[in-house]
């Protein structure tokens, strides 16, 4: 059953109530209504009402991010929902398509929810997102009232049922959805952190704590140190134009202050390398400590980390392929020399799971090429390429070969060891390769490619068509060459990156469906592409190792059922993060 939860319309004169509606029902009877601030209320007690199981009913919302926060906070957690604002960003892409077959035009815009302000306890309602790529959007205009909601998500539900692959849609959609629920829960969860461990880490890296405004003395010492071998007295190296300045003064011929320039400076020095080195050396030192100290130093641990917990903030598919992205904190990377602080409570454990190999494991599943999905039943498959490369003559005849092979023909690499090993992957993989070749193929020619579920890559731009059209000079020309070349490179990788990503959305939605059954007390905490961290009571850590691992290995099934390919985990069970890498 689906329930629409939504403000009552003004034509009820009840401001300040909100009704669940029957979407399949009439607009103008709702099943319940309460005030705006009891809706948990109404939601843990209308099931029983209804005389329905809880799991019988999704919750249909105009964005889970703006109010599955308030039920998780009155102690409600809900197994399903169906986030408007979610689904309605990926129809509108799909309805660009002409391969989507989806015709789709809202019947009232619902933007998606963006946290307001990351450094401050963010509020349930805030600034939305008006456009794919607007995260800075202006205040929210309110939600939709419930009878205009269950419109759209009637008008929703036809565009998905008239679309050329409608199982797979409305899998893509409910998958979406349930990751808006797991994002909430997370966030509120929140990472175990012990603070007095982090300020240690950073003591021991940077000097102690300083007065604010003023660099930690570590961090001073190689300022000063820097200034010295560049011959710069005062020289402050935050201000990338004065240390740009005083490296090209010493004889450092770089254009930027970037690491990769600087490094690349040293390694072309020939006999001078080493001598460069040491020239660099504190600076290189410095960079790498300044970027602890403002990523993920005391400042971030005040704003970040509360009664000992990290509470990362998720932006559901807010990458165009539907990978995840993080609203402040850095909720998608816990950097190596700060993970020891993430503990396990007294009496529990954390259980690290990474998938390995996904990404080309996906691309198996997707093309059905048969010799590469046989790869894919071994537990490295890039072992198992070589070992495919040696029998059949090919130059991938060990594992290092194949790894590069693989990703370069799923990242479009065009130079160097990947490119020169293709002939050897389209030898072996014709079909895996032929997906990849015309996937880059569309977007070369600015076609737009799809996810295996349904998710479109966007419709190109006017001024991109206009500049790929352009051939009245020979810059024009090479430009055009350079931009379609980048196209394809984006479209070849978007089948697959995004492929994965719905494949890791079905994974946790299924670990989180089994943990509910099987080891309640035990949470997803964080989640980062292809790793979940869950914390729970040390008696349940060999359930949540075993449901991880069977989690995958469904989640592979459900997307992919006549595909031999496996997703095998790494799991590691720790008392800290660091114990896991």
Known sequence: MLVVLGPAPASAGTPGTWWALDVDGSDAAPLDSCSA???????????GRL????????WVLASVGAEYGTWLDAGLRVRRAWDLSLSQRILRTAATAGGAQVSYAPVVEIPVHVPADPLAAPPRRGPEQDAFFDLTADASPGVPDAPTLAAEARRQREAIGGSARPDRLWMLVTAESQGALIAEEMHTAGLPWDAEVHDALLTDILGPRPAEGERPARLQELAEQVAEDLGAPGLNPDSPPSLLRALQNAGVTVDSTRQSDLKQWIDSGGTLSQERARMLEALLEYKARSRLHTANGWHWLDSWVKEGRFHPRYLVGGVVTGRWAAHGGGAMQVPAVVRDAVRADPGHVLTVADASQVEPRILAAMSADPALAGAGTAEDLYREVAEQGRTRGTALDDRSRAKIALLGAMYG????????LLPHLRRLYPQAIGLLERAAAMGESGNQVCTWLGRWSPQPEQRWLDAVADRQTRAAESRARSLRRAAGRFTRNFVVQGTAAEWALCWMGELRRRLHNEAPGTQL????????????????ADSAGRLAAEAAEAAGRLLFPDAPVTFPLTVAQVRSYAEAT
Do not use: Y
Not at 413 to 420: I, N, P
Not at 525 to 540: A, I, K, Q, R, S
């Open 37 to 47: 601030g009891a809706v948990a209320g109404l939601v843990d007690t209308l099931p």
């Open 51 to 58: 005389r329905l199981p809880a799991d019988h009913i999704r």
């Open 413 to 420: 690499s065009t130079t160097g060891d990947s490119a020169a």
């Open 525 to 540: 905490v964080f989640f980062v592409h292809d790793e979940v961290v869950l914390h729970g009571p040390t008696h349940e």
